[in-house]
């Protein structure tokens, strides 16, 4: 049996008085909590073939320590189920990946936050949710606790807390951990995890730093490409972060799609990447748009071109179509982008 590494307290048997130790010693998120016994924590590291004290690497922003231990503890906490347990590593890999960029991400002013897309053949074993509700509301365990789990590594190893570390001017609900599915079996594309290298064998966990959501709504358009044209002049919007940028080359935005939708947008787009071009063909505003002083700063910048257009970012790649939802249709989402960072796909080992 693995020997536990790290502090140990007594408490009271009793779920609200470890709730209130949560908030007075502010290691929690504000929501009860599971006590991690050495059982408890035992028990998830049981699934993962790393050791108990294997160093995941520095956490942000106060460069805490991360060890495969400490990330079970939180995990425990938060009600990770045992088996799950490697989604939650493999998240934290992903966030402590360079190219993810986690210390632009848990101290800017910034809402962005990690949020985590499972694709695999257990999604909904371990009840992450990727049909109706996925987004919240859902209520699978993996979606509320996988994420839960990463927050929490976030706050307690990391040491990001809102006014103190972070900078953050609002925070965002998917601060508390966002996790769903993407729902393979409906989508006509290739999954995001097989865009990544991946097959479907494979669970994989994809990291994205996602600003919050933005919804939009459609039921006035017939044509697949109409439809792709309006979703495209949404994202645009002219106070999104790229357009703050020196140039639109880095980060993704995450378009969630419902199965009905990807259904009738696939017949006029049968390869993903003729989508992704076309919604990046159209991802535009005006220069005419903006006020005057807004307009030079982007003639300064280089991001008007001959045209007077002003694209979102720099390539079709950039955004990233994910089947998911309910079978209502009507309905999509953006995962907007903080743009200093790259999403980072990861499988989950066992």
């Known amino acids: ?75 425990t906490m938060a009600g990770v189920e045992p088996e799950a347990f490697p989604f939650v590593i493999a998240a934290l890999e992903g966030v402590l990946s360079p190219e993810w960029n986690a210390y632009a991400l848990t ?38 606790t996988i994420g839960r789990a990463v927050s929490l590594c976030l706050r307690n190893v990391g040491g990001q807390r809102p006014g103190e570390t972070s900078r953050t001017v609002f925070g965002q609900p998917a601060r508390f951990g966002l996790c769903f599915g993407e729902w393979e079996e409906r989508s006509p594309w ?28 459609d039921v006035n358009n017939d044509d697949p490409a109409d439809l792709a044209y309006m979703i495209a002049k949404c994202i645009a919007f002219p106070l ?23 259904e009738r947008l696939a017949r006029t787009f049968p390869d993903v990447e003729d989508l992704q071009g076309y919604v990046h063909e159209h991802a535009w505003q005006p220069i005419d748009l903006f006020r005057p002083t ?35 249709g009507l309905h999509g989402q953006a995962l907007t982008s903080f743009v200093q960072s790259e999403i980072q796909s990861v499988e989950a080992r066992r």
């Not at 999104?240 to 990807?262: C, F, H």
């Open 294 to 328: 807004n307009q030079q700063v982007l003639i300064d910048k280089g991001r008007v071109d001959d045209k007077g257009r002003v694209y979102l970012c720099g390539r079709p790649d950039q955004l990233v179509p994910v089947v998911c939802g309910g079978l209502g």
């Open 240 to 262: 999104n972060n790229w357009y703050l940028e020196m140039t639109g080359d880095s980060g993704q935005l995450v378009l969630v799609i419902n199965p009905i939708w990807a």
């Open 190 to 217: 290739p999954s995001l995890a097989e865009r990544a290298g991946f097959d479907r064998a494979q669970e994989v966990v994809s990291v994205h730093g996602g600003k919050g959501n933005f919804p939009f709504a």
């Open 1 to 75: 049996m693995t020997a536990l590494q790290s502090p140990t307290m007594q408490v009271d048997d009793d779920p609200m008085a470890f709730y209130e130790l949560s908030l007075e010693q502010r290691w929690g998120d504000g929501a009860p909590l599971i006590p991690p016994t050495d059982e408890r924590v035992l028990a998830l590291l049981a699934s993962t073939p790393y050791a108990a004290d294997r160093e995941l690497g520095l956490l942000p922003p106060k460069y805490g320590t991360l060890t495969v231990e400490l990330a079970a503890v939180n995990a």
């Open 107 to 144: 101290t800017t002013t910034s809402s962005v936050h990690p949020m985590l897309i499972v694709n695999g053949p257990t999604r909904e074993r371990f009840g992450i949710d990727f049909k109706a509700g996925c987004l919240g509301g859902a209520a699978g365990r993996g979606s509320m």
